[in-house]
């Protein structure tokens, strides 16, 4: 008897799909046997039968062999063993990279590059995926792209991922460079228009108005109405408690922004407009492309818009605080030659506002009207430097309300004033020109990360998107982003030179 006979079913050939039936049929020689199933080389079951035949299931999915101890009737013992039975029920496992994927018309790529196949029994089987790729037509709209995969027991596994065919982007790129086009031009008549104000501003002075003239340009009955809507949403947000305490920081800005804002609400208002923009040209550039606004994509945009005013804001007060402290020099040396001449501190406050002209000039005309009124110096001088803070000026007021309590000679106070002012500005100008190429390696530190993600994003549009696709992306972003802030912050407390 041989190992073969003894089993019914010796071996598969390949992985069973179904449990097996094993059948063990001894022959009239065999008094009793005994068997051992092994699974996976270790034992599964065993059991001690007659010499009857006996019928073994196997209905897990794994790897058995079984070994038959029999005693014959002569007392002889013999071990047979059978092949090897393979039994796999269950179907490889197909994970896909993307559920969904979008891609351009005409784009190429290969669908084994979002998908891996693993089986229990036969291991990788992504080189067998079969796909209905080249049925597809990948004309603009959503397909189905269906994965296939067959083991050797023949089971069948199938799955579906979704292709999103995005329509051609040369009338997308044709608009958005029109809209580029259309910009730049506006820039550039907007500065010539800039440009021919202070050209007329320079010829007023030289030319004869006319006797009555009501007519307004375009730009006036633009700003007029611009001034219109701006206090009807000022008048909204007033009803607003927490933003009328945020627009009592923005107070300070009046006076540079005389011509258009009066309280420190319409400076909100004209935030919230300018956020409301942004946000409308986000969402008009993502409907020329026939998508819709992410989270992120309506949140960025109203920060945006909201924020980059206080720049505006912020280096306008700037350019008028250094003008005040560039012309004070001036309005010093003014008033000393006029209180060499003999005149008293309100001539010598007229003749300042007269020969002048800028912020300084506005700000004696208006020390000259208090005067006029009758307040007294110290009043006045003490009015004019809670409006400017500058350190200069406080120190003229205090050393004008000295004088004007104790006594003592005018001049010589003004000409020692002058004098440290000069060497003052002397100092700061010879600081400026030690620390220039610093300021410039400075900025161009400070630029370089963005003409980078600028440059990056015109040759590659999508390279920065998994930072904004995923929660780990948004985590490293925002990481990014303080890390810059700190940056900023230290290198300016470095290169700030206090005087």
């Not at 027991?153 to 579906?160: D, L």
């Not at 501003?201 to 003239?213: F, G």
């Not at 309280?263 to 004209?270: A, L, N």
Request: hydrophobic residues 45%; glycine residues 4%; positive net charge.
């Amino acid at each position: 008897m041989t190992d073969q006979s003894l089993f019914l079913l010796y071996e598969t050939e390949k992985p069973a799909k179904e449990p097996l039936n094993v059948v063990i049929k001894p022959d009239s020689s065999i008094r009793k046997y005994q068997y051992q199933v092994f699974k996976n080389e270790e034992i599964y079951m065993e059991s001690s039968v007659g010499s009857e035949e006996t019928t073994v299931l196997l209905e897990e999915d794994g790897k058995y062999q079984i070994v038959v101890t029999v005693e014959k009737r002569n007392g002889k013992k013999e071990i047979f063993s059978s092949g090897f039975y393979e039994i796999d029920c269950s179907s490889p496992v197909i994970t896909l990279k993307e559920e969904k994927i979008k891609i351009k018309k005409g784009e190429v790529f290969s669908p084994l590059d979002f998908v891996s196949v693993y089986d229990a029994f036969d291991g990788d089987l992504t080189d067998q995926v079969s796909t209905n790729y080249s049925d597809l037509s990948f004309t603009p709209g959503v397909h189905t792209l269906v994965f296939k995969v067959e083991d050797r027991a023949g089971n069948v596994a199938t799955r579906s991922m979704e292709i999103e065919v995005l329509k051609g982007q040369s009338g997308i790129f044709l608009l958005q460079g029109s809209l580029g086009i259309f910009f730049i031009v506006f820039l550039f008549l907007f500065l010539r228009y800039k440009r021919s104000l202070k050209l007329e501003k320079r010829l007023l002075p030289y030319t004869i108005s006319p006797i009555r003239d009501t007519s307004l340009s375009l730009t006036e009955k633009f700003l007029k109405t611009y001034i219109l809507f701006l206090e009807k949403v000022s008048q909204s947000l007033k009803k607003s408690v927490f933003l009328t305490k945020y627009s009592i920081r923005y107070e300070k800005y009046i006076k540079t922004f005389s011509e258009r804002h009066e309280k420190g609400i319409d400076f909100v208002s004209e935030k919230c407009i300018m956020a409301i923009i942004c946000f409308l040209i986000a969402l008009f550039s993502k409907a020329i492309q026939f998508q819709m606004l992410s989270s992120y994509e309506i949140v960025f945009p109203l920060l945006f818009g909201f924020f980059a005013p206080d720049i505006v804001y912020i280096s306008q007060y700037k350019i008028y605080r250094n003008r005040i402290e560039n012309d004070l020099l001036q309005a010093i040396i003014i008033m000393n030659n006029a209180f060499k001449s003999g005149r008293s501190i309100i001539q010598a406050v007229d003749l300042v506002q007269n020969e002048l002209e800028g912020p300084i000039a506005e700000e004696f005309k208006k020390m000259y009207m208090e005067m006029s009124f009758g307040l007294d110096i110290d009043t006045v001088f003490d009015r004019f430097a809670n409006r400017v803070k500058l350190e200069e000026v406080t120190y003229l007021t205090a050393s004008l309300s000295i004088l004007n309590k104790t006594g003592g000679n005018i001049i010589k106070v003004f000409s020692s004033i002058e004098k440290s002012l000069f060497n003052k500005k002397k100092l700061k100008l010879e600081l400026l020109s030690l620390t220039g190429s610093s300021r410039i390696i400075v900025w161009v530190l400070f630029l370089v990360p963005f003409l980078f993600i600028l440059f990056i994003s015109l040759v590659n549009p999508g390279y920065f998107m998994p930072f904004f696709s995923s929660p780990i992306g948004i985590i490293l972003v925002l990481f990014m982003v303080i890390y810059y802030v700190i940056y900023v912050f230290f290198v300016q407390k470095i290169m700030k030179v206090r005087m």
